[in-house]
């Protein structure tokens, strides 16, 4: 039995790397300086294939209250790259998929629709949930709930049920310490999602995912691209003085779990695997923030450490999230020119090093209320 200790923590652990990803170097940005009429040239990493990372220029160039340190990165990629920074086995708790890989996507797809805001946003109490003999919290919580669900016969993998799910229906299934937060957001969701299921995909996600080309990014017809477009609460993108900015925290991870989970067995498999970015959340920020390696202007500290919630789509918001995924990628770079070449890595393994060392930590993470994470 699975010790009632956190399953992605637990997935983010299991690890042992092989993956190869660009070396250094890196185009130049500007970026103005305050101190000098001169203006400061800005890193840049190498491409990697992602339109995520591609479409970040006009937030790390003009950011107004996010800066990335590029010296303290340098520093701690002295010290990270001699970590072991495996690759993540993934098994689902209490026996879900059971080797049968199609029910391992449904489920995970299914879950990660609504894999958001899991802490009461007033009271800031974690939605918690006791089940199979284990107490569960968190987005560990809403796992739990999706298993007992199924033990109690509700077929919550099917796309038909979904589109037509009540409010009654979901205080069943996510009966817990409290009601779970966003709960008639994350019914929306589901309907939203189980419609396009039941009209296109036989009401299954495994369906969707193996009418994909086996890439996230194939003109039009890789995973993420086909999510975004086809599942809109996939679409998670921001406008930044009047720029395009690419983000798909949920697109990628719900595929990186995929990913992690089955590609040992030939199950599943992500030809450019390398052209994943983070998952810019509440908490990989909070650890580029404690090692120096991201810093906040005055105001946004302040907002932040006063709890006080910053809008989505805000400045403050789009550059939290950019200069996460833009410093992880650059510092995986640095890291990989310290490392053999058989051990270089990708950055979600730098995402899961970051989200395992500081998912704990008191130190408070900015509040956006928002379905994108």
Known sequence: MHQPRSERRRFLRGLGGYMMLAAAGGESLRQAAASTASPQKVRWP????SPVLDSLPPVIENSRDVHTNVDKLVEVAGWMAYEELPMPDYFLPMG???GDADETI?????ADVIDTAFTDFTTH????VDYAGQHWSDSDAEVACLKRAMDQGIPILDGIYLAQLTRPQMEKIFAGNIEIPMLDEKMELWRQAGTVLAAKYHGRFHNFIRSCSPRLYDRGNGMVDRLVVEFPRFNDVSIYDGHVIKIYKLPQLGLWFLYA????SGKFQIEDIHSMTAFADYIVPVGLRLMGITS????LEKTINTHQLIPRDSTQEIEIRAHCIYATALLTEEINKLRAPDAQIIIPQIDARIWTHYHTTDWPHHLTRTIMY
């Open 296 to 299: 906040y202007s005055p105001v």
């Open 125 to 128: 109490i974690k939605f918690q």
């Open 261 to 264: 989970g089955l590609h040992k």
């Open 46 to 49: 190498k491409p990697i294939g």
């Open 106 to 110: 449904d489920f995970i797809m299914v």
């Open 96 to 98: 879900v998929g059971g």
